[in-house]
T-cell receptor, first 114, second 115 residues
């Protein structure tokens, strides 16, 4: 079974703090993704990575950065958290050779920025 | 443009069938997916269908694809209270510039199953 884990289920931070969200997958997947989920807006792609040290902007990258130093780990960084970044953050991974591009998701991190 | 639309809410009685509908705009879709998200949990892949298929059945789940109308549906037979969740439709489309694929998600349909 594919397993995607995220470092925290719930996180509360203050405005201006630097926030790290960690994601780890154990299936040797090349592709990893960070989404945020907001009511009525569905899932929106923030960043994705198709290889170690490679990253591509998604649809809403502003205010975020990412790091992929090892294949199994993909980190989302909020350099200076703001209240409009309060959201559910979902990490996903997929196998590059899989033509279905099936993405497997972690349980999510609910981040609240006060 | 790329857009996936779903109705926001569906309520059914336990034991009835549920049908969740989805429309998409990009005709180059290769695969279409249904994901389930239970309260407080992440997304779980339920099923997917290749774009050249009309129907796929997997136990209580039936996926119907009308490619001409760009319409996808998920039917859950004998709906149970444990099926209460948010269901997301997604399409996989080819990014021509770099031959990669990306997923476009709908905003999700909240299914409420009443006892």
């Amino acid at each position: 079974d594919v397993k995607v884990t995220q470092s925290s289920r719930y996180l509360v931070k203050r405005t201006g703090e630097k926030v790290f969200l960690e994601c780890v997958q154990d299936m040797d997947h090349e592709n990893m993704f960070w989404y945020r989920q907001d009511p009525g807006l569905g899932l929106r792609l923030i960043y994705f990575s198709y290889d170690v040290k490679m990253k591509e902007k998604g649809d809403i990258p502003e205010g975020y950065s990412v790091s992929r130093e090892k294949k199994e780990r993909f980190s989302l960084i909020l350099e200076s958290a703001s209240t409009n970044q309060t959201s559910m953050y979902l990490c996903a991974s997929s196998l590059a050779a899989d033509r279905t591009d099936t993405q497997y998701f972690g349980p999510g991190t609910r981040l609240t920025v006060l | 443009g790329e857009d996936v639309e779903q109705s926001l809410f569906l309520s059914v009685r336990e034991g009835d069938s549920s049908v969740i509908n989805c429309t998409y705009t990009d005709s180059s879709s290769t695969y279409l997916y249904w994901y389930k998200q239970e309260p407080g949990a992440g997304l779980q892949l339920l099923t997917y269908i290749f774009s050249n298929m009309d129907m796929k059945q997997d136990q209580r789940l039936t996926v119907l694809l009308n490619k001409k109308d760009k319409h996808l549906s998920l039917r859950i037979a004998d709906t149970q209270t444990g099926d209460s969740a948010i269901y997301f439709c997604a399409e996989s489309i080819l990014v021509v510039e770099d031959s990669s694929y990306k997923l476009i998600f709908g905003s999700g349909t909240r299914l409420l199953v009443r006892p």
